[in-house]
């Protein structure tokens, strides 16, 4: 199949636009006001969340506590459904990521490492549940970040120790599942102990998944879930990305302690009354790929959605990607152009420089060196927060013209993406996307645009 066609900068430039409005369709459909609004609803007295039923009049307080990117549009719909039946509520979110909310306190905190501001926050929503009572309800809000914003740890570590650890694990390409493992064992308030904390109060979590799975005791480190992990678990992560000296030392003794039994475990599904907890998953990385995948076929693209558990080493997947989308275009396999290429979850960077970007920049950078002699085509690999690591963008566009482009700027992309350096280059080159924070976080979203041979879609 012959797709070659002229790389015009009006084709690129209206790929990027589809592209745009495809990712700008997928945040849409995990807004968490309307995500709150699809599985809750309140009539009278009775508060309906999916399929169980909580009757108001026979609950004495309300409280609502939560942390995570996208936790203050949530708290913000449980507001319009609750109003002032809550009697009090805090919510740690990431600086910038606030709201006005009426009836719950909000905390702003660092992400992705944690900083003093969290602690405090997490100080006083344990303190809060901790004085519920069995006639009342706890209403917990839980969103992509949660992990970072609600740091409480174990009395023989300190925030400095456990930021210093959170870090390494950061920069060695663990992964989310691990990352968080080691959270919850260093932890006061996460891995089922908000949940612990409040017994015998009834506790209702409503969740935003930002993990591939949607594992409720992952997400955020799972406050409210029995722990899957363990401390063996921890010890086997950090000899898997050789830690151990790179680890305060607190922070490696207290694992090992905790391996030896001589801490107390996370608690677990069949060690802690869960009959009270009720956790809810409100919306997914799925929901949005469905989304996407809809707004794709009106502007005349075939849909392809590969998967919502993306993981692995940025850098090659990228190159996966670019792959696939050069076997639509070469050979119409899969699918003939025009196409649309879909794919979300997390990939992991093993940071390899002291430059700056995210892992969607990286992923983008990563498919623009394979893509380097490709027809036309379009990438945009974009974080659902608005937030591709420190940085201020949610992620970048990338097309065969990328490379070529930025040696002409003076920068050389390979080197770039050795030195993790991807934001400069593409601030340079125009092609950041930049949305501010987007209220919501469900992972990341790659789009690939193939157009058809003449250079168009199907509209």
């Known amino acids: 199949m012959n797709s070659a066609m002229t790389i015009t900068d009006a084709l690129i430039d209206r790929l990027k636009r589809d592209a745009e409005l495809v990712f700008r369709a997928a945040l849409a459909a995990v807004d968490p006001a309307q995500a709150i609004a699809r599985c809750c609803r309140r009539q009278g007295d009775q508060l309906h969340i999916q399929d169980r039923d909580f009757d108001l009049s026979r609950i004495r307080r ?30 740690s979110v990431k600086y910038g990521h606030t709201l006005h909310l009426a009836h719950i306190d909000t905390m702003e905190a660092g992400h992705p490492l944690p900083d003093a501001n969290g602690m405090q926050a997490a100080q006083r929503i344990l303190a809060m549940v901790q004085q519920a009572r069995s006639d009342d309800l706890v209403i ?12 409480l740890p174990v009395q023989t570590v300190t925030l400095a120790q456990k930021v210093a650890a959170t870090d390494q694990l950061l920069r060695c390409g663990a992964t989310i599942h691990e990352i968080n493992a080691l959270r919850k064992h260093l932890s006061a308030i996460k891995g089922g102990r908000l949940a612990q904390a409040a017994a015998p109060a009834s506790i209702i979590t409503l969740m935003l998944s930002d993990v591939v799975g949607d594992q409720p005791d992952v997400i955020a480190s799972g ?8 401390y063996g678990d921890c010890l086997d992560i950090v000899r898997r990305y050789d830690l151990g000296a790179r680890l305060p030392s607190s922070v490696r003794e207290h694992l090992a302690a905790g391996a030896a039994g001589r801490r107390e475990e996370t608690p677990k599904v069949n060690t802690h009354a869960w009959d009270h907890v009720y956790n809810r998953i409100v919306a997914g990385n799925g929901m949005a790929l469905q989304a996407a995948a809809q707004t794709a076929r009106g ?54 420089g002291e ?4 892992r969607n920049q990286e992923f983008a950078l990563a498919a623009a060196l394979a893509m380097t002699d490709a027809p036309a085509m379009v990438l945009l690999a974009a974080g659902t927060d608005g937030s591709d690591g420190p940085t201020d963008a949610a992620g970048a566009f990338a097309d065969p013209t990328t490379v070529r482009r930025a040696a002409q700027a003076g920068m050389d992309a390979r080197r770039h993406l050795m030195d993790s350096d991807a934001y400069p280059l593409f601030d340079r080159l125009g092609d950041l996307l930049r949305t501010g924070p987007t209220g919501t976080n469900v992972m990341d979203l790659n789009i690939f645009l193939c157009p058809a041979a003449h250079g168009g879609s199907r509209r």
């Open 62 to 91: 309300v409280l609502l506590v939560g942390a995570g990117k996208a936790t203050a549009a949530m708290a913000r719909a449980v507001e319009c459904l609750l109003g002032d039946r809550i009697d009090q509520g805090l919510i």
């Open 140 to 151: 917990v809000l839980i969103s992509g970040g949660g992990s970072a914003l609600l740091p």
């Open 223 to 230: 406050p409210t879930a029995p722990d899957g992990s363990t």
């Open 299 to 352: 502007l005349g693209y075939r849909p392809l959605v590969l998967t919502s558990r993306l993981e692995g080493e940025t850098r090659t997947v990228a190159r996966v990607h670019a792959a696939i989308a050069r076997q639509v275009t070469d050979t119409g396999e899969p699918a003939p152009p025009p196409v649309c290429i879909l794919s979300g979850g997390e990939t992991t960077v093993v940071v390899k």
């Open 355 to 358: 430059g700056r970007g995210g």
